[in-house]
C-alpha cells in the first residue's frame, strides 16, 4: 500500500481540552512558612492544575483567601485544622495568604498552576492522542512551529502556507500560539487589491514562480522572501479570515483581532472582484478545474496552451472556469465569522453587508451543487464544455464536503453528507482503508502525472480527512461514527509506523491477466551496433565513449529472458545492426 507522510491532521478539533499537571520548580519566597504542607489527596505538591482540589493544615488565623497568578482572589474562607480550595483563576504562581489572629496578612504559600491539553485514559486513547499530537506537531517540542526572519522580524509558523497553516492550527491551537505569525506575515505583504499570497517560497525555484507568475504578478519577492500565489486557488483569502477568527478565540486577544479586520475585509472584498475568482454568470466563487482544493488543474482539451506548467496557471481570458462548492462553503463561513468579529467591535454596520453576502452565497450554491446527498464537486461556467475524464462527475464525492459539515451548512445538508460517507463506507473498494477519500471514484485520465488512479488526490484515502468527518459527526447526533472514524484511523496508524499518513492506496485493484508474447522482427529497421565494433552503416554505440557501457555481451539467437522468448539479432549476419535507436536528435 502506498502512503505519503502526513504533516497536518486537524484531528484535535474532534477532542474534548482537558488539563494536565506539568511539573515546574517554584522558587521558595523568604516570608513563606515552609512547614506548611500543600497536599492534595495522595501526595505534596508545588504544582496543580485548574478544578484539583488541594489542602493545608496547621496554621493558625482567622482567615485564608487563594490568589491566582493576576493576584485576583478566587477563595475566602475561614481557617481550620483542615482547609480545603478548588484551584481556579489565571495559570501561573498562586499564592495562599492568611490573616492572623491581630488582622495581620501574610503570604504562608506559593504553587506553580500550569495546564496542557491532553486525554489520558491510562490507556487506548492515551496512546490515540499522543499519536495525533506527533502528527501535528513538527518539531516535537510542544510548540510544533519553526521560525521565519523576515525584514528584521522573528516569526513562528506550523507551515509557510495559508492553507497547511490553518488547518495544523485547528489542532495546534490546544497548544501554540504560534498560528497567528502567519497572519501577521501575510497582512503586511496583502496585495493592493486585497489578494493574500498562498505560501512563502524560499530562494529556490525564485526564478521559476518570477517568470510563470509576471503576467498576472502572482509571485512577487518583498523583503528578503518570495511570496507566490498559486494561480488556480481561490481559498487563501477565506482560509486568512478563518485564521484570524480561530487565532482570536483561541486566545481572546481582541487588539489583535481588530488590528486585522481592515486586511480580512480587503480579502474577501477581493474575491468577489476579481474576475479570475468570481463567476459573474454563477455569482459564486470560481476556479480552473481541480481536483477539490488542489493546486493542479485538469490537462484536456479545453486547457489552454498559456505557458510552462499549463495546468498550474490560469489566464482570466482563455482559460474555462468553473463551481468547486468547496471554495463557497468556506467563503460563506468567513463571511459569517468576519461579521461576528465586526459586530464585536462596534462596526454593525459592515457585519450586516458580510452577513448578508454569506447567506446569499449559501443560496446560489445550494441551488447550484447541492444534489440531496452532498455538493456536486465541479461545475463548468460554459455549459458548451462536457469534459472525457472518465468517471460520472455527478456520482463523485469530493473530500469537502466533509470540511463542509463545520462549514454553516444546515443540518439536513449535514445528515445527508453524513449518511453517504456510511454508505461508503460500507461499500468499500477491495482494500481501502476508510471511506475517507479526496475524491471517489477516482479520475481515469486528465491530470497528467496526477492521474494514477486511487493514489494521492486522485481516489487516494486522506489521512487528513476523518478528523473533519469525526468533527461533523460529533456534532450532528453521530457519536458513535465520530468514535469509530477516529478508532479506525488509530488502528490505521499503528498499522502502518505508528503514525498517520498523508494518502493511502484506495483500493487494490485486482491483478492483470498474464499477458502473453510474441516478438517482432526488427532486423530491418535496425540501425546501431551492440558495440563500437565498427560498420559505417551502423550509427556509433549511443553517442558514447564510455568503454565497456554496452552490450557486447548480450547472447543472440533465441533466448529466455524473465520467462519471455526474444529472438535477438545477431549484428555480424546483419551488416552490424541489431538495435534500433530513437532520440530526439
Known amino acids: 500500500m502506498k502512503k505519503y507522510l502526513l504533516i497536518i491532521i486537524p484531528i484535535f478539533?474532534?477532542?474534548?481540552?482537558?488539563?494536565?499537571?506539568?511539573?515546574?520548580p517554584v522558587s521558595v519566597e523568604e516570608n513563606r512558612i515552609s512547614a506548611v504542607q500543600l497536599f492534595n489527596s495522595t501526595n505534596s505538591i508545588t504544582t496543580a492544575k485548574p478544578l484539583d482540589q488541594l489542602n493545608f493544615s496547621g496554621i493558625a488565623g482567622k482567615s485564608f483567601q487563594v490568589l491566582d497568578a493576576s493576584g485576583k482572589v478566587y477563595t475566602t474562607a475561614t481557617l481550620k485544622p483542615l482547609n480545603t480550595f478548588t484551584v481556579a483563576g489565571a495559570l501561573g504562581k498562586h499564592s495562599i495568604m492568611i490573616t492572623d489572629t491581630k488582622g495581620k496578612k501574610k503570604t504562608i504559600k506559593t504553587f506553580t498552576v500550569n495546564a496542557v491539553t491532553t486525554i489520558d485514559d491510562g490507556g487506548y486513547y492515551k496512546q490515540m492522542f499522543d499519536m495525533y499530537y506527533k502528527g501535528m506537531n513538527r518539531d516535537g517540542d510542544g510548540e510544533g512551529a519553526f521560525p521565519i526572519k523576515w525584514n528584521g522580524n522573528q516569526?513562528?509558523?506550523?507551515?509557510?502556507?495559508?492553507?497547511?497553516?490553518?488547518?495544523?492550527?485547528?489542532?495546534?491551537?490546544?497548544?501554540?500560539?504560534?498560528?497567528?505569525?502567519?497572519?501577521?506575515?501575510?497582512?503586511?505583504?496583502?496585495?493592493?487589491?486585497?489578494?493574500?499570497?498562498?505560501f512563502i517560497q524560499y530562494q529556490r525555484n525564485a526564478d521559476y514562480f518570477l517568470t510563470r507568475d509576471k503576467k498576472y504578478g502572482y509571485t512577487k519577492i518583498i523583503g528578503d522572501k518570495i511570496f507566490v500565489r498559486q494561480p488556480t486557488e481561490n481559498h487563501p483569502e477565506y482560509l486568512f479570515v478563518n485564521t484570524i477568527y480561530d487565532c482570536w478565540k483561541a486566545a481572546?486577544?481582541?487588539?489583535?483581532?481588530?488590528?486585522?479586520?481592515?486586511?480580512?475585509?480587503?480579502?474577501?472584498?477581493?474575491?468577489?472582484?476579481?474576475?479570475?475568482?468570481?463567476?459573474?454568470?454563477?455569482?459564486?466563487?470560481?476556479r480552473v478545474y481541480t481536483i477539490d482544493s488542489w493546486d493542479f488543474g485538469v490537462e484536456d482539451e479545453y486547457t489552454p496552451d498559456i505557458g510552462m506548467s499549463s495546468g498550474m496557471i490560469i489566464d482570466k481570458d482563455k482559460s474555462k472556469f468553473g463551481v468547486f462548492f468547496g471554495d463557497n462553503t468556506g467563503y460563506v463561513t468567513a463571511c459569517y465569522q468576519l461579521a461576528e468579529m465586526l459586530d464585536y467591535s462596534g462596526d454593525t454596520l459592515a457585519a450586516i453587508i458580510y452577513r448578508k453576502r454569506g447567506d446569499d452565497i449559501k443560496e446560489r450554491l445550494n441551488k447550484l451543487a447541492w444534489n440531496g446527498k452532498f455538493f456536486t464537486h465541479f461545475i463548468d461556467e460554459d455549459?458548451?464544455?462536457?469534459?472525457?475524464?472518465?468517471?460520472?462527475?455527478?456520482?463523485?464525492?469530493?473530500?469537502?464536503?466533509?470540511?463542509?459539515?463545520?462549514?454553516?451548512?444546515?443540518?439536513?445538508?449535514?445528515?445527508?453528507?453524513?449518511?453517504?460517507?456510511?454508505?461508503?463506507?460500507?461499500?468499500?473498494?477491495?482494500?481501502?482503508?476508510?471511506?475517507?477519500?479526496?475524491?471517489?471514484?477516482?479520475?481515469?485520465?486528465?491530470?497528467?502525472?496526477?492521474?494514477?488512479?486511487?493514489?494521492?488526490?486522485?481516489?487516494?484515502?486522506?489521512?487528513?480527512?476523518?478528523?473533519?468527518?469525526?468533527?461533523?459527526?460529533?456534532?450532528?447526533?453521530?457519536?458513535?461514527?465520530?468514535?469509530?472514524?477516529?478508532?479506525?484511523?488509530?488502528?490505521?496508524?499503528?498499522?502502518?509506523?505508528?503514525?498517520?499518513?498523508?494518502?493511502?492506496?484506495?483500493?487494490?485493484?485486482?491483478?492483470?491477466?498474464?499477458p502473453t508474447y510474441k516478438s517482432l522482427n526488427i532486423a530491418a529497421l535496425a540501425n546501431m551496433d551492440f558495440w563500437d565494433k565498427g560498420s559505417t552503416e551502423s550509427k556509433p554505440w549511443m553517442f558514447t565513449e564510455k568503454s565497456g557501457d554496452d552490450l557486447r555481451n548480450l547472447p543472440t539467437g533465441n533466448q529466455q529472458f524473465a520467462g519471455i522468448s526474444f529472438n535477438i539479432i545477431d549484428p555480424e549476419k546483419n551488416s552490424r545492426k541489431a538495435v534500433l535507436a530513437v532520440a530526439n536528435r
Open 155 to 198: 516569526y513562528h509558523v506550523f507551515v509557510p502556507w495559508v492553507l497547511d497553516n490553518y488547518h495544523t492550527m485547528k489542532g495546534m491551537q490546544y497548544f501554540s500560539p504560534a498560528g497567528k505569525d502567519l497572519v501577521d506575515i501575510m497582512r503586511q505583504a496583502q496585495r493592493d487589491d486585497g489578494m493574500i499570497y498562498s
Open 252 to 286: 481572546a486577544n481582541d487588539e489583535w483581532m481588530k488590528q486585522n479586520l481592515s486586511a480580512a475585509s480587503k480579502a474577501l472584498n477581493y474575491t468577489i472582484n476579481d474576475p479570475a475568482r468570481w463567476s459573474n454568470r454563477f455569482q459564486l466563487l470560481k
Open 383 to 514: 455549459s458548451t464544455v462536457i469534459r472525457k475524464l472518465g468517471v460520472d462527475e455527478k456520482s463523485q464525492i469530493a473530500q469537502s464536503n466533509a470540511y463542509s459539515l463545520n462549514r454553516n451548512i444546515s443540518a439536513n445538508q449535514s445528515k445527508a453528507i453524513i449518511e453517504t460517507y456510511l454508505n461508503l463506507k460500507n461499500n468499500l473498494p477491495v482494500g481501502s482503508p476508510g471511506e475517507w477519500y479526496a475524491i471517489y471514484p477516482p479520475f481515469q485520465k486528465g491530470f497528467g502525472s496526477h492521474q494514477e488512479i486511487w493514489q494521492y488526490m486522485n481516489g487516494g484515502v486522506g489521512g487528513h480527512v476523518p478528523g473533519e468527518l469525526a468533527r461533523g459527526a460529533f456534532e450532528n447526533g453521530y457519536e458513535k461514527y465520530g468514535v469509530d472514524i477516529l478508532n479506525r484511523l488509530f488502528e490505521l496508524g499503528k498499522k502502518y509506523d505508528n503514525k498517520v499518513y498523508f494518502a493511502y492506496t484506495g483500493a487494490v485493484l485486482p491483478p492483470p491477466a498474464k
Open 13 to 24: 478539533t474532534c477532542f474534548l481540552s482537558v488539563s494536565q499537571l506539568k511539573s515546574q
